[in-house]
Structures are given as structure tokens and as C-alpha cells.
């Protein structure tokens, strides 16, 4: 007996992928069906790496029971370009802008951001890395890009690659030993032109480390650049998630969605007995996530070997691709896309051309 192609999309459509919620049929690309044999194409619309087994399984036990014989199954990556939400026009090399922003200093944002942005990477997506952080450029450093100078061609900065990333930093064309003095107008002119006038290449996500604060320039900043979401980096103590809900209300201000909130240095876990200890309290950043309706994206604990990686080059994505803290940062990372992908996506003749001004 023939196999119909109608009872094997009933059964797709019974099943929903873990992550996106949507069934396994609205993300079926092709299926053909040759006597018993079955072959299927997934689109995902998230990074999906550490998760294709768990996929592949669903998908063969599904048509399996559904009575396939064998099944032939190609999982592929599709990122859709999101609606920036504050209203700017989308850039045609970028999909996704992803804005990593604290209220304060000092909490862990760089840390955050370039470990997201390894992550998404290390779940099989393009990504780029900006960082904005005019106070304080950390990238750099921690991508193990010490006094490089990116290229110049036709009049755009060439990014640097490091890991897999498409690297821009403020921290490229400034002199270490000289810090910067500007004044707001010309830091936020430097950081649009750096974001325009860098030839990305085709990137599912571009993730910005932005300057701490929610002044001036953040707004300016925020309000110039295409942003489809923001996350907001904070650590448990009072006076840090004061500063996160400035943040946040800074975002809804300019209509930009708040995609979470990811609590850095939540637990201190001693390295000589394995006892925790939440220094900094705890339980803050699930209470602004549920104040301000937002999710708490993951919590990361205070961790001497995060420090001692990003310190030395090579982020603990990279260091330690298959230990825990990874496992930590590639879940905010896919909770992220998720979360991005299920956005409006942008009609194409709304893909303009971003010029800094
Ligand atoms: N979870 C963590 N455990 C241990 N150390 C951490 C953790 N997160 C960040 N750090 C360390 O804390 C210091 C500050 O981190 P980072 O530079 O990322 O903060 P920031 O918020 O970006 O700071 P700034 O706003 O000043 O640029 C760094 O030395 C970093 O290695």
C-alpha cells in the first residue's frame, strides 16, 4: 500500500518543534514520498545545532509512526529578517540587530554579549559582533584581536574575523592610551558610521554592544539604528537592576521589544567545597522580567573561569564549547532567535539603504 501524502502532513501537523511552538508541517520546505521511502526538508528559523538530534528524532519517530519505511531528512537554516520595531529602516546585509545594552557599568554587558553572539554562531547562524562601547571597548580584547586595524575598501571598514565573527569595534581605530574625550554628538556620529560604513556580510544577526548608561547617546543611538530587539544585561543587586529597568523603560520608549533580561553573576559557587552563595541577592532579574512583561532570558553564575577566558582572548563559548556555562549562553542565544523569529517579518520593498548621518 502506497503511503499518503495526506495522513503523513496530518501527523507533521500534530507535531510541534520544542523551541518555536509551530508544528513540523508549517516548517516543512519539501517532502517526497517514493514507495515506503519518505524525504523531508525542514526550515528552522533559529540556529539549531545542539538541538537537531532532538529535531531529527521527532521528525523520523513521526513519520515512522505515520508508516513511513525509511525516511531521509535534511534539516536547513533559514533566519528571517525581523521588522526592526522602532521603525527604521531594515539594512539590506543584516537580518537581525541585536542590542545588548545594561543601565551600569561594570555588570557584565561585553561579557554577555560576545559569548550571545559566539553562541548563535556555534548554533550554525552567520553573525557579526559591534561593539559600541565608546567608554570602554573590551571586544577587541576578548576576541584575541589586540592592535588590529581593520582594512578599508571602498570607503567601508573590512570587519575582522575572530572564531567565526564578523568583529567591529571602536576599539580598532582608537588609540588605547588615549581615552575618549568626545562629546555626545560626535560619539554618537562615530557609532552610526561605524554600524553603516562596515561592508557586513550577509548576517542572520548582528549583536551590538552598546555604551553602559541609558543617556544621549544610547537613546540617540537606538532610535538611528535598525533594531529588531534589545536584551538587557544586569546583575541581582538593587542598585544594578534600578539601572536595568532605565534601560528597559529607555527601549519602550523608542518602540524597540525588550526581548529579555539575563542576569549576570547570579550565584557564586566557591571553587574549593562547590558552595553557592547568591552574593549580590537574588530573584531580581525574574522580578523586572515579570514586572515589565519580559522573560528572563538565563542567569549565569559569577564564574572565575568566564572572567580568566574573555581576559585572555578566547570567551568560554570558544574555550569551553561543551561545558555547562556554554550550554547556559547557547540557550539565552536560541531563546533570542526564537524569540526574533517570531516577529513580523519584513515585506522586502521596506529594505532601505541606512545611511549615518
Ligand atoms: N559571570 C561572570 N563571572 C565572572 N566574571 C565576570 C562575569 N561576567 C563578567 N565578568 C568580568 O567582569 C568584568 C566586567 O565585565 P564586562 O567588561 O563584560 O562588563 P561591562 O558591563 O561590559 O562593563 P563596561 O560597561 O564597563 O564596559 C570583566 O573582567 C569580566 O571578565
Redo the contacts with the bound molecule.
Keep these: 500500500m502506497s503511503l499518503s501524502r495526506k495522513h503523513l502532513e496530518s501527523a507533521l501537523s500534530r507535531q510541534v518543534d520544542p523551541w518555536m511552538g509551530k508544528d513540523l508541517l508549517a516548517l516543512t520546505e519539501r517532502m517526497d514520498i517514493d514507495g515506503d521511502l519518505v524525504s523531508i526538508q525542514l526550515a528552522l528559523p533559529y540556529p539549531f545545532a545542539s538541538c537537531a538530534g532532538e529535531l531529527r528524532d521527532l521528525l523520523v519517530q513521526t513519520l515512522t509512526d505515520a508508516g513511513a519505511g525509511r525516511v531521509a531528512y535534511d534539516l536547513i537554516l533559514k533566519v528571517p529578517r525581523s521588522k526592526p520595531t522602532n521603525n527604521v529602516e531594515s539594512a539590506p546585509p543584516i537580518k537581525n540587530v541585536i542590542v545588548v545594552a545594561?543601565g551600569?557599568?561594570?555588570?557584565?554587558?561585553?561579557?554577555?554579549?560576545v559569548n550571545i553572539a559566539l553562541a548563535l554562531a556555534a548554533e550554525g547562524a552567520r553573525v557579526g559582533i559591534l561593539d559600541a562601547?565608546i567608554?570602554?571597548p573590551?571586544i577587541p580584547t576578548m576576541l584575541g584581536l589586540f592592535n588590529q586595524r581593520p582594512e578599508i575598501r571602498n570607503e567601508a571598514f573590512v570587519p575582522l574575523q575572530a572564531y567565526g565573527l564578523q568583529a567591529m569595534s571602536i576599539g580598532f581605530l582608537i588609540d588605547d592610551n588615549n581615552p575618549v574625550v568626545w562629546r555626545g554628538p560626535k560619539v554618537t556620529g562615530a557609532l552610526l558610521q561605524l554600524f553603516g560604513q562596515t561592508a557586513w556580510q550577509d548576517l542572520d544577526y548582528l549583536v551590538i554592544?552598546m555604551?553602559?548608561g541609558t543617556g544621549d547617546i544610547q537613546l540617540t543611538l537606538a532610535q538611528r539604528i535598525p533594531v529588531s530587539g534589545a536584551v538587557v544585561?544586569s546583575t541581582p543587586q538593587d542598585i544594578a537592576l534600578l539601572d536595568a529597568k532605565k534601560g528597559i523603560e529607555m527601549f519602550r520608549k523608542v518602540n524597540i521589544d525588550v526581548l529579555g533580561v539575563v542576569e549576570?553573576?547570579a550565584l557564586h559557587v566557591c571553587s574549593n567545597c562547590g558552595h553557592t552563595e547568591a552574593i549580590f541577592g537574588e530573584g531580581g532579574g525574574e522580578r523586572i522580567a515579570r514586572e515589565y512583561q519580559t522573560e528572563l532570558l538565563g542567569q549565569?553564575?559569577?564564574?572565575?573561569s568566564?572572567?580568566e577566558q574573555?581576559?585572555s582572548g578566547k570567551p568560554t563559548v570558544v574555550a569551553q564549547p561543551d561545558g555547562p556555562l556554554t550550554a547556559h549562553y547557547r540557550h539565552i542565544a536560541r531563546r533570542i532567535a526564537v524569540k526574533l523569529a517570531q516577529h513580523e517579518v519584513v515585506p522586502t520593498n521596506r529594505i532601505g539603504f541606512f545611511s549615518p548621518k
Design positions: 545594561s551600569k557599568g561594570g555588570v557584565g554587558k561585553s561579557t554577555t554579549a562601547d567608554y570602554g573590551s554592544d555604551p553602559p544585561v549576570n553573576m549565569l553564575p559569577l564564574n572565575k568566564i572572567r574573555a581576559d
